[in-house]
């Protein structure tokens, strides 16, 4: 900052560019100058120290926003790929218990089960015996006496019924 708030200026030493006389000679013209430097300083700003500070401090809210949203967001890939597993776990899972309850209920298998472990035999056709029901398609209900009071609402309604033509 020092470089920045400064000019430096250096003289050059012409005895030394000379190049057509003797080292010997050149020490003897003249004693060797040493550079001159003009340092210029300029006064900072009371409010410049405070705008930086205050601007810092609002750089680094921004990094730790964006990297505390970062980790939030690699939080849930996380935790959605986690669950994803247990998904493609559950659904094989699935598949496999199915294929278990199908072989299980497979006719084969129903057939041994009633066979070895029920005691149940093939029927033969002698076995089998067949029933013949005379009846036809309609059922008919007769219709029921409902009692006293099913009487007097039928007395009535055939009464409303006359009077209303």
Do not use: W
């Amino acid at each position: 900052m020092a470089e920045r708030d400064s000019v430096r200026y250096y003289e050059r030493d012409e005895s030394r560019a000379d190049t057509s006389g003797t080292s010997e000679s050149r020490d003897l013209q003249q004693p060797e100058k040493k550079p001159h430097i003009n340092m210029r300083t300029t006064e900072t700003k009371s409010g410049s120290v405070f705008s930086i500070i205050l601007v810092s401090a609002l750089a680094a809210a921004m990094l730790g926003t964006v990297i505390y949203s970062l980790d939030r967001r690699n939080t849930m890939y996380n935790k959605a790929s986690a669950l994803n597993e247990e998904l493609d776990l559950a659904q094989a899972e699935n598949v496999r218990l199915q294929s278990e309850l199908d072989s299980r209920l497979s006719a084969k298998n129903v057939e041994d089960y009633a066979e070895n472990v029920l005691g149940m035999k093939k029927i033969d056709s002698s076995q089998i015996k067949y029933i013949e029901i005379q009846t036809d398609d309609v059922v008919k209900i007769p219709q029921q006496d409902g009692g006293f009071a099913a009487k007097i609402k039928k007395f009535f309604d055939s009464c409303v019924e006359y009077f209303r033509g």
